[in-house]
């Protein structure tokens, strides 16, 4: 449980309030597209560029959230509309990845949780076994991407942001009962301790293994500044994603893992509150990354709930600090913009800087609807 104190909650109240009314009108702009950013303030649509893009999700979860707070219905028909435009994926199949987890559990797991819809049930067990089949038994890691270029070869790669991929494997073993689909998860995470958590609780990005003995053969800066850096958005997708595989199976050492990378997390915040897209990027210039930020303080937060009183506070507090400066400094709460974060970065070496990101208003929103204390938890 977490006990906020009275002006915390007045807080909470106040941007739920500024939530609900922005997207009482956002939706009704988007209520057919897929949004990934914004141009000139509206949203772009993923169903006419690139319907495998790995965040495609975000948008029918922000609109289950909105659904489970307000019972209005456009959001559940909106959230209908992107689940089933995500089924050419299926029928294309060449394209899809690692991240069917971020695409479907928004969308199917989150549709079925909440109506029983059986279409939506089968739209993830294909999502599942899909995901399942990437594991790579030699080296105990789900495989992240297929080549894309004649030049690569990624059959050895594993990045850390398929940690919160492995809840739609949770979910597949508990509905069907069948242990397979958490084993693979389980194994991945043992992997992933072992050789994506540095001893001073930063991550990697990413980790190349023999695809076809195991080991490690070397790590990459991926989306962060230089190898051996340290890509911020990487060390919350390992916060909270160590996080969600204690939530479904209890195992203590992936709350410490969670714990760890928390631990460094903190210590590196700077005093405004605001994430470089890297802890280790030069001083200038001064890279941000809001998205960062707001996926660290859901981490934080379910954290918080799962330890002892004595600790709670500090994840709490943390959490609190990273979403109040989020509102109060990067956010942009007209109804006109479509868009609610500002300053979001997809990597430190990438045109798209300092862009509004779909998944950062994802979890800012997530985020809230916990503090508010009867969030509709997706993963
Ligand atoms: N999963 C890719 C990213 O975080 O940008």
Redesign the pocket.
């Known amino acids: 449980m977490l006990n906020l104190l009275r002006d915390d909650q007045d807080w909470v109240e106040h941007v739920i309030a500024k939530l609900t009314a922005k997207m009482d009108a956002v939706s009704e702009r988007s209520s057919t597209k897929i949004p990934y950013t914004t141009k000139n303030g509206y949203h772009d649509n993923q169903i006419e560029t690139d319907i495998n893009w790995?965040t495609n999700g975000f948008w029918g979860g922000m609109m289950w959230l909105m659904y489970h707070e307000t019972g209005v219905p456009k959001y559940k028909e909106i959230a209908t509309f992107t689940e089933d435009a995500l089924d050419l994926c299926f029928h294309q199949f060449y394209g899809l990845h690692h991240?069917v987890g971020?695409m479907w559990l928004p969308t199917s797991v989150a549709n079925y949780k909440v109506t029983g819809n059986s279409e939506s049930r089968k739209r993830a067990m294909h999502a599942a076994n899909l995901l399942a089949g990437r594991f790579n038994l030699a080296g105990g890691f789900i495989r992240a991407w297929n080549d894309d270029t004649a030049n690569e070869d990624t059959r050895g790669w594993a990045?850390v942001?398929c940690m919160m991929n492995l809840p739609l494997l949770y979910w597949a073993s508990k509905e069907t009962k069948d242990p397979r689909f958490a084993q693979i998860a389980m194994k991945h995470v043992d992997t992933a301790l072992e050789a994506f958590i540095r001893p001073d609780g930063s991550v990697n990005h990413i980790v190349e293994f023999d695809p076809f003995h195991g080991g490690v053969v070397r790590t990459y800066g991926g989306?962060g500044y230089e190898e051996g850096s340290s890509w911020t958005?990487?060390q919350t997708?390992a916060l909270y994603g160590f996080m969600m595989s204690y939530m479904h199976t209890g195992k203590p050492e992936y709350l410490q893992a969670a714990k760890r990378v928390a631990h460094y997390f903190m210590a590196n915040i700077p005093d405004n509150g605001v994430i470089p897209i890297d802890f280790r990027q030069p001083k200038e210039p001064c890279y941000e990354d809001t998205?960062a930020a707001a996926i660290a303080a859901c981490g934080l937060i379910e954290i918080s709930k799962a330890v002892g009183e004595y600790e709670k506070d500090v994840y709490l507090n943390t959490a609190l600090k990273l979403l109040k400066t989020i509102d109060t400094l990067r956010c942009d709460w007209s109804t006109e913009a479509d868009h609610l974060l500002i300053n979001g970065s997809?990597?430190y070496h990438h045109q798209d800087i300092h862009i509004s990101i779909i998944?950062g208003d994802y979890y800012f929103m997530e985020a809230i609807f916990k503090l508010k204390g009867n969030d509709l938890f997706l993963w």
């Open positions: 790995w991240d971020f990045i942001d989306q958005r990487g997708w998205t997809a990597a998944y």
